[in-house]
């Protein structure tokens, strides 16, 4: 009996331990990087300033139309039915020109948002290619981002894409086949 479990050991030694020692891994914490790389410091606080000015832009819209709308309020009854529809015209041509200004400068493809791809993405780039350099250069398998869970870094070898999307394929009537 004894003989068996030793046995078991060296296998499972064999099996799992010895082959994890044949992959070399290390990780980053980007969250880290990003905050004391000078360069990205730099582009978030540009990006910073430039969201505060286009908040207080905003802002001062939105109090103007807000005025705009007390100032209908408090005259309504001193107004004549023309001049009160021209006020409140105004209140709607102001209350949709704050949207759009919202939209243009803060939204999903706002200006705010192209300034910061801009901005940021080549640090990002710079980041990602340095870190892809070291794991070539150290031998390194596998880099993961501590910060986020994920991979950051893999020899090229260790994709079996290619292979997953053969045998998905597999069987499948030519024009179904994904292109490559």
Known sequence: ????????AVLLVGLFILPAHAQKFAYVE????????????????????????????????VKEYNDLLQEIDSQSLLLSPEKKQQKMQEAQDKALAIEKYKYEKLGPQGEFYKKSMEL????IDKINKLIAKIGEQDGYDFIFDASSGSLVYAKPKYDITDRVLEELNKGLPPSKKSKK
């Open 120 to 123: 940021t993405k080549p640090i």
């Open 30 to 61: 980007s969250q880290r990087i990003l905050n004391e790389y000078q360069e990205y410091v730099d582009a978030q606080k540009q990006l910073e300033d430039l969201r505060n000015k286009y908040d207080a832009e905003y802002q001062k819209m």
């Open 1 to 8: 009996m004894k003989s068996y479990v030793s046995f078991f």
